[in-house]
Each structure stands twice: as C-alpha cells, then as structure tokens.
C-alpha cells in the first residue's frame, strides 16, 4: 500500500463496518476514478479533478484498502505512479531508478505527524525534544511535468517524462529546445538530474491573448499548457512556447560507472546536491531554505502561502525532504513515495456560488448519483458548472439544498468540490433534493439496498448503464481498446454498430472508417487496438470487463486464479460445442457458468468471496441479460491469458498454512499486500480480507487499524512482521517464539 499519511483508525473502523460487496463496490469505483483522473492528467494534459478532489478520493481509497487489505492488488492506483505513456506518440525509456511520487500533507499538524514518523524512523526523540543532526530542506513544489535528463561526459543525451515513474516518453528534442536546460555542464559529469518543465505565467497569458485574438478556445492553465507544448511531436511547436526548468534532484555516477542513489560520495546531502547541481549549470530554484527543523517548515509553507502569487511561475506547495542522505536511505521506500520526503499542499481557493438545481445521473453499475448544477462560477483560472454530490447521504451530510449559495474550492483544474452551504444565505424557498423513485433514463424504479449508501437503477439494460458499462468493457482495466473513447462509444451506440460486448470485435477498419470525425488511418488505428484486444489480456483483466456486480479487480483476480486451477490446461469444450480459438476459455466460461448456476456454494472457495459476491456471480448468469456475455466473447475469438492457478488440493496441504485463514494488515517492509498474500497461498494458506471466527492469523503491520481490535476480540493470533517470516519458515504451521 503506497504511504500517504497515517490513515485515521476511526474512519479505517467505520470503512471495516461495510459489508465486503459495499466496500469492493466503492473500491472499484473509486479505482476507476482515479485511472481516469491519472489518464487525463498525465497522459492527456487535461484533468476533470481537481487536487483536493483528486486527493479526497485517494485517500478513501487508502482507507478501505486499509479496511479491507484484499482490496489491494498490484493494479491499484495505490501501488503505481502517474500514467502510462501514450502509445504511438514517443519511444519509450526505462528510467534507471523509479520515479516516485510523494505523499501528501494537506496541513501544519500533518507536517509534524511527518515529522513524527520520521524521528521513529532513525531512532531520535520524539518532539518536541531536539532531534540531533536531523534538519530538513523546504523546497516550492512546482505544478509542472516530471522529466529526468541523462548527460554522458557533461552532454545531454537523453531527456524524458515521468510516465508511470518506471517507462517514460522521449522527449529529448523537445526539451533541447528549452533554453534553462543546458546541452553542456560546466564539467565533464555523467549523471541524470530530474525537475520539473513549466511553462511561465507571462507566457501563459501571452499564449492566450493571441488565441483570443485568433478567435480560438482559451487554454485552461499553465500547467496543462506546458504539459502538452512539452509533448509536441513537432519540436518546433515546443521551441515556439517560451518553457521554462527547475531541476531538483541529482543522481551522480560513480567513477567505476555504478548509479549512486544519491550524488557522488562527496554530496552528502540534499542542499549539497542542489549547490552542486547550481555550479554545474542546472537551472535550481532560488527560493528555498535547508537547515531546518519542522516549525521552521511550517514558517516557510506560511512565508509562501499568500506570497507565491507574485511568483512567475505556478506551485501549488511545499516539498520536505530529510536533508543527509544518509538518513534517507535509513528511512528508505514504499511502493510508491519514499518515507523521507513529503509534499505539503497549500489551501485551495474558495469561491462562492449558486446551486440551481440537482440532478442524478445513471453510472455503469446503475448508481444515481447526485450532480450539483451550479451558476457558472470561475475558480483557479477556470469556469465551473458542475459538481458531483457522490451520493444522497453525502448531499444530507453536507446538508446543500437547490437554491444555496455553497463554497467551492479547486486547485487549478475542472470539476470543483462542494464544500459547504453558506447557511446564512440560504433562502427560504431553498429545496431538498429528493432521490427519484424511478430511474431517471429508463423508468424502472430506484432501488437501495438496506444498510447500503448508494441507489441504483436495477434494469441491466437501461441505457444509461450500457453505455456506462460498454466504457468500462473497452477501458484500462478490461480490454484497453485504445481510441475507443466516450465520443466513439457514443456514434458506435446511436449508430446501432454494437449491441453486446462481442459486437466491438466485429467492427473493421471500412466501418469504422464511418464515424464522424473518422478518416482512413484513425479507423486503421482503432481496428487494430481492437485486434490487440482481442488476444493476450490477463483473464482477470477479461473478468473485470464484464462489469459484475460485487467483482472488481482484485476479486477479478482471485477468481481468475480459481478457474485456473479448476481447468485444466488442455481441456475442450462441450462436445456439442462450436470449434472456438482458445478451447481452455471455452471450457472456463462453461465451468464458471457451472458452478454459478448450479453450485455456487463453490465459488465462496474463491479467496475474499463470501455469500453475497457468490450470489451475485450466480444472478449475473441466471440473468437473461448477461447469461451469455463470456460466452459471446469465446465465440467472438477473444483469447485471454491464462492465469496462474491458486493453490489446491494436495499442493495446499504440503504447506506450513496449509487450511489456515490468514489476514494481513497494516505497511509491512519487506512485502508488498500482493507478495504477503502469495506468500500465504504458497504456503498453503488462504489470504483473507477481513478477521473473523475462521481467522488463523493476522499479520500486523503499522495502520493495521481497527482489525488489531477485532483480532483481540475474537483471540485471533497476531504476528509481526518477523513472526509472519518465522511462520513462512515453520514447516510445523505453528508459531514460533
């Protein structure tokens, strides 16, 4: 799980009340929210969310995947870092070392909590006692693009974006024609510098004034601006937009040729590295203070928190980084953010405005949720007219009513977050939203489940979900039809092109040649993303598509694994049945249907599967609806990738778990969730999502949260991280002092 800051045991323990099919639910949708805000924002250079936005719903992810460790899968926003770069457009670069992102503060105390961890860490005192040679560097956090640029003997050879912070683009052309970014070093240095591509404020406006002029669309804000000049594939374009760099990190070779994770020996520090990194030629930034302690932070975040607006360039915070390297690497890494450094956010602007009316909107799962039309209001460079409320107790919460004025804040984006009515304002004729009691795209009534949060539209084919759902099957986590965004989902839907889930891959390149917009190499282009999807997705990939009710990616995966190990490897389809390509995926949906129809007590076999998500796999193939939509996709020629099958039978009892249930909970350091729980099923044991009676063990890491209690409750055993390795070890299966 990535380290944000300490998740509240309380809101962990409230998530750990849901049941595990509402809290899959949620994680999904918030998974699949945060791939697209990641999609737009680093790949497309245009964000919907905004940061606070973007961050409210991150760590709602964190919480239930602290509430529910099953949730956690290595395709979770959680464990990856910005977006994959975009196909086509550069060649691809495997940095040296990660690119990690940070985690986030969004306040002083936060600042210290930082602090806190990071004194436990190296072994100091707690504050407020002095904390000997342990000093941070404040530095302003740019909202730019990602790059690293690699110079061999002081010429730059190389220079690329962050991408997904393991591949990135090459974009060396385009960043020579930066005039900050040196093509020669003051010396003959090999090494990689990282920082940040921005485009200025002045440029911005400059840029902006001749589109207005042109009579053309005005750009949202400089970020996205330099984003997307950065990533031209005509360098020219970029060499015409005045950007500019500040580079903030350094990694020196050795004089053997070995990669430092720091600088060379003689850097011993942060500060040295930005000094050193000035004399060589980088373009560093000015406005930063090292030698201090975490009040000295807090003072500096203060000293630019209304200061920053004279700046000529945008930051949006404050990076805190331990300064001595050494400590850094004492303190190491996460998945995701080393534990050494942590960005501080400023407040985001508020601006007041109108409610004028609320209306729900049909998602792919049937979900209404309450939309905010709002008086156009302009927040952070931009014009606002929208807002999602998430759901009716969210609205009731926050108490917002059709006809308040309400605050809005943003951080520089598009969609703005509702954070509350201005009471005193309120008029008298101001409205409840009521939720309807029919669907309001198909008429088929509302419906919510007892003790659940949301209201969805029951009808599996009510339009609104089928194009909702049909964009979930062509997206990131299913298919990865790339090109087949919304606005072709739409044409292929009111066209009548496609009326099922297989029908995608039957359209060719004449047909798509059709669309609007459509010429003959866009179509080329998406007839053979269509064919790539066709043949090699991950099964679980494939599962996740389909859009069942209960399954989202990480149940996806245990059931892949499941069916995996219940098929096997050379089996055939009925002997009734059509030839079809892959005879084992015919033989995986026959068994699945099977087993969902006629014995879905077994399905609860699945790892985190209880009797809830069992009934929904066996009601999504007992529907007339969606009965067939895997077996279409066999006939259509899809051909998955087969998935390693679970641990069963004897292969299970030889472990030293073997008929254990076993929870893991909490940041461990020497495993990832995903490597805890194949450790466990290697074992022989059977990884849980949640503790109860059946319960083994709970192996508790830092945030282990309300499970800690539960596990006491209940007499469950708990492990530490060492005694989760001496059980692993214990060819008995017991624990070992």
């Known amino acids: ?113 930082f602090d806190a961890r990071v004194r436990k860490g190296l072994g100091l005192p707690a504050a407020p006692e002095p904390a000997e040679g342990l000093t941070y560097v404040a530095e302003l956090k740019i909202d730019g693009l990602a790059i690293s640029l690699r110079y061999e003997r002081g010429r730059l050879v190389l220079g690329s974006t962050r991408g997904d912070g393991t591949t990135g683009e090459d974009v060396t052309a385009n960043l020579r024609t930066i005039r900050t970014i040196p093509e020669r070093l003051t010396e003959p240095a090999t090494l990689e510098a990282r920082g940040e591509v921005f485009m200025p404020k002045a440029e911005f406006a400059r840029i902006n004034a ?41 990694l020196e070779d050795a004089p053997a040729g070995g990669l430092f994770d720091a600088p060379a020996a003689s850097v011993t520090s942060q500060s040295a590295a930005l000094a050193r990194m000035d004399t060589l030629g980088f373009p560093v930034n000015p406005d930063r203070e090292a030698g201090l302690d975490i009040e000295g932070v807090v003072a500096f975040t203060e000293k630019w928190r209304e200061a920053r607006h004279a700046l000529p360039y945008e930051t949006d915070g404050v990076v805190v980084k331990v300064d001595r390297f ?58 606002v007219a929208r807002a999602t409320l998430h759901n009716l107790d969210e609205v009731r919460r926050k108490d917002i009513r059709i006809g308040d004025t309400i605050v809005l804040q943003k951080a520089g984006d598009v969609i703005p977050e509702v954070v509350r009515p201005v009471l005193a304002k309120r008029p008298p004729d101001a409205r409840e939203f009521v939720m309807p009691d029919a669907c309001p795209v198909c008429g088929t009534g509302v419906v919510r489940d007892e003790g659940a949060v949301r209201h969805y539209c029951p009808n599996p084919v009510c339009p609104a979900r089928l194009a909702q759902a049909y964009g979930h099957f062509v997206g990131r986590g299913g298919m990865d039809i790339e090109g087949a965004g919304w606005a072709v989902l ?38 053979a993303a269509i064919q790539k999807a066709r043949v090699g997705r991950p099964m679980a990939k494939v599962l996740n598509a389909l859009g069942m009710p209960q399954v989202g990616e990480s149940t996806a995966v245990d059931l892949a694994r499941w069916l995996a190990g219940r098929v096997r490897p050379d089996a055939f389809p009925p002997a009734d049945g059509a030839a079809v390509p892959d005879p084992w995926f015919a033989a995986a949906e026959a068994e699945l249907r099977r087993v969902a129809l006629e014995e879905p007590v077994l399905i609860q076999e699945v790892s985190g599967i209880g009797p809830t998500v069992g009934a929904a796999v066996a009601g999504w193939f007992a529907d007339p609806a969606t009965a067939d939509v895997l077996l279409e996709l066999v006939t259509a020629g899809v051909v998955p990738e087969r998935p390693v099958p679970a641990p069963v039978g004897e292969a299970v009892a030889a472990g030293p778990l073997a008929g254990k249930t076993v929870v893991v909970s909490g940041s461990l350091e020497g495993f990832s969730r995903e490597a805890a729980e194949d ?59």
């Open 490 to 527: 739409t044409q292929l839907l009111e066209r009548g092109l496609i009326h099922r889930r297989a029908d995608f891959f039957a359209l060719d390149a004449a047909t798509l040649a059709t669309l609007e917009r459509f010429g003959p190499k866009s179509a080329e282009n998406l007839a």
């Open 679 to 737: 450790a466990v099923r290697a074992a022989g044991g059977k990884p849980a999502g949640s503790v109860s009676k059946k319960t083994d063990y709970l192996v508790a890491g830092p945030g282990a949260g309300s499970k800690l209690a539960k596990a006491a409750e209940l007499g469950v055993a708990v492990l530490d991280e060492a005694g989760f390795r001496r059980l692993l070890a214990d060819e008995s299966g017991e624990v070992t002092a």
């Open 1 to 113: 799980m990535t380290e944000q800051l300490p998740v509240d045991p309380a809101l962990v323990e409230a998530a750990a009340a849901l049941a595990p099919e509402v809290a899959a639910a949620r994680h999904g949708e918030l998974a699949e929210q945060i791939r697209r805000a990641n999609r737009l924002y680093y790949e497309d250079d245009a964000p919907e969310l905004t940061d606070p936005e973007y961050d409210a719903l991150f760590r709602e992810l964190v919480v239930l995947e602290t509430a529910f460790p099953a949730l956690v899968t290595p395709e979770s926003p959680t464990q990856r870092v910005g977006g994959a770069p975009s196909a086509g457009r550069f060649p691809e670069v495997r940095h040296l070392r990660p690119m990690l992102s940070l985690g986030n503060a969004f306040g002083h105390d936060d600042l210290r909590s």
């Open 210 to 250: 001749e589109r207005e002029a042109a009579g053309l669309a005005l750009y949202a804000n400089p970020r996205n601006s330099g984003a997307g000049s950065l990533r031209q594939k005509d360098p020219s374009v970029t060499s015409g937009r005045q950007l500019a760099t500040w580079i903030y990190q350094l």
């Open 326 to 383: 050494d400590q850094q690497e004492r303190l190491g890494m996460v998945s995701r953010a080393p534990r050494w450094a942590i960005a501080y956010k400023f407040p985001p602007e508020q601006v007041e405005t109108l409610v004028e009316d609320i209306v729900p909107y049909v998602g792919r799962t049937g979900s209404l949720t309450p939309v905010a039309h709002l008086r156009p209001a302009k927040v952070a460079g931009s014009t």
